[in-house]
Structures are given as C-alpha cells and as structure tokens.
C-alpha cells in the first residue's frame, strides 16, 4: 500500500496568490521542487486518503532568495468536519394541518465559507436525519438547511453545549 501525497508551493505577490505548483512524493521520502524564482511562497501538503478524507498540512510562508531552502517539516492532519441530526417536528399552524411530512431525501444541508462558490458544501441527512460535512478548512462558514417544500420551515439549529438554539 503506497501513499502519494502532494506538496503545493504557491507564490505570493502583493498579497494575492499569483502561481502554483505542485510535486507529488510517495511514501514521504522527501521533496524538491526545481528552478524556483525568488520570492515569496507557501507551501503546504495534501493527501487525500481512501475514506474520501482529506488531510492537509499547516501551510508555511517561505522566502526563495538565490538559494536552496532545506529542512521544510509539513504534518498532515485530518480537517475539521461538521457532524449533526436533522430533528423533524410537526407543525400545529392550521396552514401546514394534512401536509405530508418532507423526506429526508427533501432535505439539504450545505456549508460555506466566504460566500464562494468553491467552497459550497452540500449533503442530505441519512434515513434518521444524520448528516457530516467533511474536510472543511479553519475559518467562518454559513450554515443552512433546507427543505424542498413549501409547508415546513426551520424552527432551530442547536449546537451542542450552547445554552440557546440559533
């Protein structure tokens, strides 16, 4: 059973990312990257393991100035994931009385960060209502959770060991 995982050095100009490459080491016995130009870089790694998951290193900030840079260390570690159950309530209002109640199939839980479309994503809770949302990266993300039709309505999200739903 090998293991391939990618080394991805990204240039940094004003502040923006400007051009990326990548190598690919098996077995992690080291890496190298040739004819890279002075500058600023990140640089990071990723293995995608056969579960689907995702672990990623922190990325480092390196500065290429006329010579070789050796000894960079990069530890993959799993990404963070959101795990949850859709809990289901029947509604009381006389407009939603004699309404079908929504399968879970009908409904979608997404995640995103920073409103980008690449960041977007999605899943439908299993049979009993449970979901997870994996590989996600450190930072702020919107939550939402929907359902296909018109007579049901999110009432909570509760977070487990908040005091209050949100």
Not at 32 to 42: I, N, P, Q
Not at 131 to 143: I, K
Request: hydrophobic share 35%.
């Amino acid at each position: 059973d090998s293991r391939w995982i990618t080394i991805k050095l990204e240039r940094v100009v004003n502040s923006e990312p400007d051009l990326r490459m990548s190598t690919y080491i098996r077995d992690a016995q080291g890496f190298e990257f040739s004819g890279v130009a002075d500058g600023e870089y990140l640089i990071w790694a990723d293995y995608g393991s056969q579960s689907g998951e995702v672990l990623r290193s922190e990325s480092k900030r390196i500065t290429v100035n006329g010579a070789d840079i050796t000894g960079i260390e990069l530890t993959v570690k799993p990404l963070a994931s959101v795990a949850g159950v859709v809990a289901l309530e029947s509604s009381t209002i006389e407009e939603c009385k004699g309404k079908g109640r929504p399968l879970f199939e009908e409904t979608l839980v997404s995640i995103q960060r920073n409103r980008s479309a690449s960041s977007l994503l999605q899943t439908s809770p299993d049979g009993v209502g449970g979901f997870q949302l994996r590989n996600l990266e450190a930072g702020q993300y919107n939550f939402d959770l929907r359902f296909f039709p018109k007579h049901w309505y999110l009432r909570s999200l509760t977070m487990p060991g908040a005091k209050e739903s949100i």
